[in-house]
C-alpha cells in the first residue's frame, strides 16, 4: 500500500494551542460560507466576485485570513505533474494566480501567491516567505545545515498586528510517497501553526519569518528534524514494548532518546557532560495539539551542567532539550549543542491509603 505524505510532510505534528475542534467552532459560519459559495471560480473576474462577498459578509481579519484558507485549501489540489516536470520552471504562468484559478492545481508558488492576492484584496498585509521544507523528495538523513536550498513557499500573515504562520499548500490535502496522485483535503495544521511548531519543518530564508526569539540556526534546525524523526520511532516502539519489557526501558531512561517513566510530582535530572561554556537549557514539551517552550539557568557540576525537570501532569509528552550559552543580548542567534529527546510518560500521583484516625472510647 503506498505511502501517504500530507504535502511535504514528512513528520507529523502540531502545536497549535487551540484544539481544532475549539478553531472549527470558531470559523464555523466563515467555513459554511465559502464552502458553500454558488460560484467556484475558474476566471479572475469570478474569483474577484467571490473575495467581495467574503469581504461584505465578514469583516474581522481572522475571519477574513481564515475564509481564503478554507477556500484555497478546500479547491486547490496539488499538481503532482507539474511538480515532476518542473512546470513552474518551463511554464511559469502557470502558478500566477490567473492559472491556478483556471486549473484548480498549483504547487506551493501558486498556492502562496494566490493567498496573498485574497489578503490583498481583503487589505491585511500578507508575504511570500521562501526556504527550505522537509517535503516530498527530501532524505532527512541527508538534509545539510551548510546546503539548505529553497525547495518550498509559504506566507506570514498579519492578523490584528501580530504575524502568523499559514502553509496553505500543507493544509489542501496530501500525496502519495512518489507525487503520482494527489488528495484533496482541508488540513487544519497548517492555519496559524505555531513558530515553535513550524520550525521543526520549515526553514525560511529570512530567518526573522521564523517569528522565534533567538531564531534557530541552520544546524539547529537539522537537528532538531533528526531528533524528531528519532523520537518519533522511539514513541512507535514505546507503544510495542509488553509490560514485561517495561523493566528494560525504564531503566534505559538516562540516556538521549529513551523511553522516562515518571509519576507526578517526580523530577528528571538532565546532565550535560561537555566542558562547553554553557548556562541557559531549553525545553519544549509536545503533547496532544500543545507545546510549550521554556528557558532555565543551568546548575554547573564536576562534569558539565545538570536541571531538575518536575513533571506536573500527567499523560504522554516528548520533550526536547536543548543548550546554549545565552549572553542575555538583544538581536543575538546562538548556536545551541546538546540537542536530546526523550519520550516521557507520567503517570497520576501514587493514591496513598489515609489512615482513620483511632475511634474514641465510649465513657463509661
Known sequence: MPQKFFLGLLLCFTCSTISFAQQNEKYR?????????PINPHNLADLKVLQREIHQKFHQEDEL?????????????????????????RNPGLYEVSGVIAT?????????TLFKNFCDEFGIECE??????????????????????????????????????????????????DCKTATLRLNEKYFYTEPGAFIKSHFPED???????????????????????????????ADSISAREDSIAAARFDRPDSVIRRRVGETIRFYFNTR????????????????LTYEYPLTPYDSGYFYDYRVTQPGRY??????????????????GRLFQSYLLRAEPRKKVQAIAPPKKSSAK
Open 128 to 177: 511570500i516567505v521562501d526556504g527550505f521544507a522537509t517535503g516530498i523528495g527530501v532524505d532527512i538523513k541527508k538534509v545539510d545545515p551548510a546546503h539548505l536550498g529553497t525547495n518550498h513557499a509559504w506566507n506570514v500573515v498579519k492578523v490584528d498586528d501580530k504575524w502568523k504562520l499559514i502553509d496553505v499548500t500543507w493544509g489542501s490535502g496530501y500525496v502519495d510517497d
Open 207 to 237: 530567518t526573522a519569518r521564523q517569528l522565534l526569539f533567538p531564531a534557530f540556526t541552520p544546524q539547529r534546525f537539522v537537528d532538531s528534524i533528526r531528533a524528531r524523526v528519532r523520537a518519533d520511532s522511539i514513541a512507535a516502539i
Open 65 to 89: 485570513v481564515r475564509a481564503a484558507y478554507v477556500w484555497i485549501a478546500s479547491n486547490i489540489i496539488y499538481d503532482c505533474e507539474g511538480y515532476l516536470r518542473d512546470y513552474a520552471i
Open 29 to 37: 459560519e466563515v467555513d459554511t460560507f465559502v464552502k458553500t459559495f
Open 318 to 335: 516528548k520533550i526536547e532539550v536543548y543548550s546554549i550559552y545565552d549572553t542575555h543580548q538583544d538581536n543575538v542567534t546562538y548556536e
Open 276 to 291: 562547553d561554556s554553557l548556562n541557559t537549557i531549553l525545553v519544549t514539551t509536545y503533547h496532544g495539539n500543545n507545546a
Open 104 to 112: 484548480h492545481k498549483s504547487i506551493c508558488a501558486g498556492y502562496a
